[in-house]
């Protein structure tokens, strides 16, 4: 049996995000607190949301203190500024780490405790604040997950933790917010979406509802990220992209990533590459490893992307997805760890923790093909020769 859950309010378009004030009244809310950070603060767009929320008679605070892949020191500042305020709920506006950052404070603003208590395996079904999310990228689709990921500073841990109460009531999907995105956000969210929709797939606990979303989701993205990386003003390609990261983001979030997110995350947490371009920098040499347990599976994925037809065997078909997947990589610069700069007698000393870390996430459990430690080390190696 499939158990789905999904944000009560979706809307999704063209302007979505200026109905924050409707959305707020319908779901009787009336004193947010607007979790972004300091890029969309200087851009002005924070303030055209508080605007839009001043004229429908609702009075906003911001924090605007988020970092990249969000730690436990600035989750902490969040749930101190939340405390200072009178806030019945919490709006997410911006990337994957401002929505990530959302979700945990309206957590602990309500629960309290230290983010650490509620990593993975424990379950967190139990709500806080209600989180009402506005993604500006493409990517995350944390918009519609029952995730949140947040990196203990003191063990450089990713913390994957899951449960319902991180899933946000409502989401405001308007793919105008993503024209301004740099190329190489652009790029790298993009494989992040494509990535949650494969591991979607794929995964031990996909079922007919999340195999019906992820394969939507490769549909709307696989013909247009290159499209946005070459054009970043295409609008019909921009509104493509940020549909099916919601779309991927449904589909994970309804049966589970896999591989690619347990191996991504301890590369995010010690060497602090971007969560998107870690997964990008795993995809192809993960993929070629877990196929042969899944071909048939693999197989649909291409596909759907549009890369093999029908007529072809399943064995093609999978061939042709690896060569994709490297040709991505290959066209959008995505860069190894080594280009990336990361240090070989760092990134060598770290592997076996990197495989603890993974394997402790739960996500490789997930996978077709399950990794022990050593086949985990190897695909490391094999990442890092390109």
């Given at each position: ?31 947010p ?11 002005g ?23 990249p ?7 902490d ?50 709500p ?13 689709g ?55 929709a ?12 999340s195999?019906?979303m ?6 709307a ?68 490893w ?29 061939a ?6 490297a040709a ?5 610069e ?33 996978n077709?093909?399950?990794p ?10 094999q990442?890092?020769?390109g």
């Amino acid at each position: 049996m499939a158990s789905i859950a999904l944000p009560r309010i979706l809307r999704i378009g063209g302007g979505a995000s200026r109905q924050l004030p409707e959305v707020l009244a319908t779901l009787g809310l009336s004193r947010p607190l607007i979790v972004t950070d300091s890029w969309l603060e200087g851009s002005g767009r924070v303030a055209e949301l508080a605007d839009a929320l001043a004229a429908a008679g609702i009075a906003a605070r911001v924090f605007a203190d988020t970092v990249p892949d969000p730690t436990v020191a600035s989750i902490d500042a969040g749930v101190a500024f939340l405390k200072d305020g009178d806030h019945d709920c919490v709006v997410g506006f911006g990337g994957g780490s401002p929505l990530d950052s959302a979700k945990a404070i309206a957590l602990l603003g309500l629960h309290g405790g230290a983010m650490a208590d509620y990593k993975a395996p424990h379950v967190q079904d139990i709500p806080g604040l209600p989180v009402i999310a506005i993604p500006t990228t493409a990517g995350t689709g944390s918009e519609a997950t029952r995730f949140t990921i947040v990196t203990d500073e003191a063990t450089d841990e990713k913390m994957l933790c899951p449960g319902l109460a991180y899933l946000p009531v409502a989401a405001l999907v308007d793919y105008e917010l993503t024209f301004t995105k740099p190329r190489r956000l652009t790029a790298d969210t993009g494989i992040d979406s494509l990535t949650h929709a494969i591991e979607a797939y794929v995964s031990k606990r996909a079922n007919p509802f999340s195999d019906g979303m992820a394969l939507l989701a490769m549909r709307a993205i696989a013909p247009n990220l290159r499209r946005v990386c070459t054009d970043p003003s295409d609008a019909a390609a921009r509104e493509a992209m940020m549909l099916g990261a919601t779309q991927a983001g449904i589909a994970f979030s309804n049966s589970s990533v896999a591989l690619v997110h347990g191996m991504s995350r301890p590369i995010g947490a010690h060497f602090h590459v971007p969560h998107g371009l870690s997964n990008a920098m795993l995809l192809p040499a993960v993929t070629a490893w877990s196929a042969p347990a899944a071909l048939q599976r693999y197989a649909t994925c291409a596909r759907a992307m549009g890369v093999a037809d029908d007529s072809e065997g399943d064995q093609s078909a999978v061939a042709r997805l690896l060569d994709e997947l490297a040709a991505l990589n290959r066209e959008l610069e995505v860069p190894g760890p080594a280009a990336w700069g990361i240090d070989a007698a760092r990134w060598d000393t770290l592997v076996p923790t990197m495989c603890a870390q993974a394997a402790a996430s739960g996500s490789p459990a997930n996978n077709p093909r399950v990794p022990d430690a050593d086949e985990m080390a190897m695909l490391y190696a094999q990442v890092w020769a390109g």
